[in-house]
């Protein structure tokens, strides 16, 4: 089975299948396979925290949230800031730090999706603090408590987080796309 396995990572032909049937190579993103369709489904069915959270709680709805509670003019940035997860996953913080050839891929398509909805990089601070404060809201909201410190953490949103399902997190998620970037050819 071993060999099976490593057979088949040897022949792997080092793209993904997206939900609108586009060829993703993760390793050389192209701005035209850039789906908005593609990153909102994704978002909306990705649990954050890896799935340690008291109730379903997507990537979707926390970049929503994170939209929200910015002035108009980082709104954008904040509705895409993880769009790039949608293409390769998420990994937890303290494993993404022993994996740089990661965070590297994940720069490279966050380039490519800058580059498809018009967006300047850097991302801005603006929205980096408030992806900050939206942890400290989900640990609060989301979390068991921990007797475990998580690090210094601003004070939390006064917003409460629901947890949606996968379908309403695409729902808004792309509904907030439709008001901030207007409506686009999905596929």
């Not at 993760?26 to 489904?41: F, G, S, V, Y």
């Not at 967006?119 to 809201?137: F, G, Q, R, Y």
């Amino acid at each position: 089975m071993e060999d099976l396995f490593k057979k088949n990572l040897q022949r792997s032909p080092g793209w993904i299948q997206t939900i609108t049937k586009k060829k993703f190579c993760p390793m050389d993103p192209k701005t035209e396979d850039i789906n908005i369709t593609d990153i909102a489904i994704s978002l909306s069915r990705q649990c954050r925290f890896t799935g340690h959270t008291h109730r379903f709680y997507s990537v979707a709805e926390h970049s929503v949230r994170v939209c929200w509670l910015l002035p108009q003019y980082y709104k954008k940035w904040g509705l895409m800031h993880d769009a790039a997860e949608a293409y390769i996953g998420d990994m937890a913080s303290p494993i993404k730090k022993l994996f740089p050839k990661f965070t590297e891929m994940e720069e490279k398509i966050q380039e490519k999706i800058a580059e498809r909805f018009g967006l300047n990089l850097p991302i801005p601070d603006e929205v980096a603090e408030l992806d900050l404060i939206m942890l400290a809201t989900e640990k609060r909201d989301m979390m068991d408590p921990s007797e475990h410190e998580w690090g210094p953490l601003p004070d939390p949103a006064s917003i409460t987080v629901e947890g949606w399902d996968w379908e309403e997190s695409y729902a808004i998620f792309m509904m907030e796309f439709d008001k901030l970037f207007g409506p686009v050819n999905y596929y």
